[in-house]
């Protein structure tokens, strides 16, 4: 028998879950776990704000696969948590969330007279996949294996634990409250039948035209190779979802770019489509328009959670499973059946189409002079000097519209974008957990000027943690994407000048290498000079503020198709930014 505290049975239980990082402040009710995490392998990294810690959580999952905690303290921190929550819920990002809490008399109920009294459980309840309390000393095992089972049933998400401090400065005997580790008492993710995996292959292999679509359940799963194998199989086109950017690398040769002519030609023309790992969201348009009447067409999905199944499009084959392992057995399928070549006529025509609408689309950015510096332009050698190999944090509106289409090729969960909510101010968090899950790669956060003040304050525990991240802010000065709205009904824009910032000179203040750029040809050795400093780095690009608006019609258009919805049948919408209604957009 071991008499040890809350805190070391709560930080023991933390390490059988395999938790290594835990962000988030110190606060005297969770100081009797905080003074056992390093006993227990596990790094505590202090943030500057609570909801950067959930951010940069979010970063070392999308990367690494690796789970972490965050911590607030009893009422304020925990409440500044909840922008990260929420962002965390949207993404699928599983991380536990831990708040502190009082004495619990004085706060359920919580009278009138109580200091930073909250109920948090109620709080947080919409925003997390399961809360729960540990109330009782013994009982902190057991809240966590319900925790962590949740976090893990169907889509993973955000779970929270309310932690009061008489339960972590308690004592008893650590035998009567054993830790046991994830495979005592956790399943593995549910998991195809044969019937369904023989029933897809075929399906597939009797389409006179496939097509394959990869959402971001892909990567997370880690079935990118799996996915890309079927693909080269049926010889057939790969798209991926709008927020699956990183599935597949776009100079596959079997690749098309889903959000333009191309895309919806090859989804509107293909017999049997196959979606992985998404729940084919508004953010895909999964509107006739763009898909093709579904009358005739044959749907197979796989996803993990069985709420995902059939939302938008209607399906022929719906299978709840781990994407790998489905897409693992119809790839053993397809390859035992000895599949004939495919004609790749259409795919060359998919693919000829997307290079004329692209060079269409590149040609007035590519001839465009200053006297400013084009978005696209300083993309460009951005890609250029980070290659495909660099883990990339994407943030803003406009500015991330152009990185999406302009920065290169990347490696399976190496593209960070804040697509599922359209959370501002994650990508300088979420590259330093990128970079915290893969120290030994080159981690790049390319973010607008007005995502950027939402957390640039986190470049200082990039800082003092020495982590060689480095930022390029665009700052034109605006909030840029707010603009076409304004300009099409009002003719002027009102409240999206944000004035002039030198974030380099923030940056410096903070403990960083900050660099100032007004020419495109200053921007490579001032990468190339980031990229060899020893610790985080800012580079303030002074952007042009009217290229930085100029997003090509088409993208614009389809950007607001995802708030407006399908086109209605009938009189064309009131005139807006792409021709559509612009009164209901709202990002
Ligand atoms: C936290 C948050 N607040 C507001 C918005 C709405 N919004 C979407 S894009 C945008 C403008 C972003 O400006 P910036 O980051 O400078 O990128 P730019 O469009 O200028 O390239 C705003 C305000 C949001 N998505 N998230
Ligand atoms: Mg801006």
Redesign the pocket.
Known sequence: MTEITGGELFARALQAEGIELLFGLPSPEADPLLAQLEAHGIRLVPVRHEAAAVHMAEGLYKTSGKVAAVLGNPGPGSANLLPGVVTALHEGVPVLVITSQHRLGIVYPCPPSTFQGQDQLDLFRPAVKWGGPVFEWSRIPEVLRLAFREMWNGRPGPVHVELPAPILYATGDDETAPVIPPVAYRGTGPQASDAQLAEAAELLACAQRPVVISGTGVDRAGANDALLEIVELLGCPVLTTMAGRPTVPSDHPNYVFGFGLAGDEARSEADVLLVAGSRMGNLDLPYDGYWGDPAGKRLIQIDIDPRHLGVTRPLSLAILADARIALEGIATRLRSMDLPPRNRDDLARYRALDEEVRTAQATPILQWQGPGIHPVHAIGTIGAVFGPESIYTVD????ALWAYSALPPTRPRSYHSILEL????TGIPSAIGAKLGAPDREVVCI?????AG?NVMEMQSAARENLAITTIV?A?G?????EPNELALYGKTFGTAQGEVRWDLVAQGLGCHGQYVERIEDLEPALRSAQQHDGPSLVCVRTDRSA?LAVPEDMLARFFAVYSGPAPAGPPAPAGPGGRSPASTS?
């Open positions: 803003g509106g406009n500015t359209g959370m501002l101010g973010t607008g000027d007005g995502a939402f665009f034109e605006s909030w840029t994407m707010e930085n990002e």
